[in-house]
C-alpha cells in the first residue's frame, strides 16, 4: 500500500508540473501573438486589437524605418546598432517604441508570472515571450530547481511591408555591388561612398524630414 501511494503522489506532483508548464507556454505565445497583432499601431488594445479613428491614434509615416529599427536591421553590423530589443514583463518599459508595444501586450499576464520579451527586427520580425514562475512543489524542486519557464514566439505579418523590404533590399544591394567598382576619388571619397553606413545615415535623414 504505501507504494502505491507514493506513486499515486508522485504520478499528481507530475501533473501539477505539467499544468504549470502549459500554463507557462500558454501564456507566452498568446502575449507573443498579440504584440505581433496589434505592432503595425501603438493604439491599438492588444486584446481586442480596436482603436481610434483620430490621427494621432495612428502610427507616423516613416515609424519602421527609424522606431522599428528597420535601418539597423538592413545595415545591421553598423555603428554597432542592434535591430533587436529586450524588456522585462509585465511592467517593464525601454522607452522607445517596440518596448512600449511589448510592455501593453504583457500588461494582462496572469499573476506569478515574469519573464522577458524580445522584438528581433529583420526581414522576418519575431516576437518572443519568455516566462518563468516559481515552482513550489518541492520533491521537483530540488531536482528542476526553483524556477520554470516557458518560451513561444509569433511572427508579426505584413505583407506589403515584407515585399517593400524586400525591393529596399534589392535595390541597395545592387547599390552597393556598382559602387565596389567604382574607385573612392572618383566617388568623391569614402565620405559619399554607397555603403551600408552611409545608406543607413541618409535613410535616416529622409525618415527624419
Not at 56 to 74: N, S
Not at 145 to 159: F, L, N, W
Not at 164 to 176: D, P, Q, T
Given at each position: ?153 509569433s511572427t508579426v505579418v505584413e505583407p506589403v511591408e515584407f515585399i517593400r523590404n524586400i525591393e529596399l533590399v534589392r535595390y541597395y544591394a545592387g ?35
Amino acid at each position: 500500500m504505501p507504494v502505491v501511494m507514493i506513486s499515486i503522489i508522485m504520478i499528481l506532483m507530475l501533473c501539477l508540473y505539467l499544468y504549470q508548464s502549459a500554463m507557462l507556454v500558454q501564456a507566452s505565445a498568446i502575449t507573443s501573438e498579440r504584440a505581433a497583432y496589434s505592432w503595425n499601431n501603438q493604439h491599438k488594445n492588444a486584446r481586442t486589437g480596436s482603436f481610434g479613428e483620430a490621427p494621432e491614434e495612428k502610427e507616423g509615416l516613416y515609424w519602421r524605418l527609424t522606431d522599428d529599427q528597420l535601418l539597423a536591421a538592413l545595415f545591421s553590423g553598423v555603428g554597432g546598432e542592434t535591430a533587436a530589443e529586450t524588456i522585462s514583463v509585465p511592467g517593464g518599459t525601454g522607452g522607445s517604441l517596440s518596448a512600449t508595444k511589448m510592455a501593453q501586450a504583457a500588461e494582462q499576464l496572469p499573476a506569478g508570472m515574469d519573464g522577458t520579451m524580445t522584438s528581433k527586427r529583420g526581414l522576418l520580425h519575431p516576437i518572443t515571450t519568455v516566462l518563468y514562475t516559481p515552482l513550489n512543489l518541492t520533491p521537483i524542486k530540488r531536482i528542476a530547481g526553483d524556477k520554470m519557464g516557458g518560451a513561444q514566439y509569433s511572427t508579426v505579418v505584413e505583407p506589403v511591408e515584407f515585399i517593400r523590404n524586400i525591393e529596399l533590399v534589392r535595390y541597395y544591394a545592387g547599390k552597393f555591388k556598382a559602387d565596389e567598382a567604382v574607385p573612392a576619388k572618383e566617388k568623391g571619397g569614402e565620405a559619399v561612398a554607397m555603403t551600408p553606413k552611409n545608406a543607413g545615415v541618409q535613410l535616416s535623414k529622409v525618415a527624419k524630414n
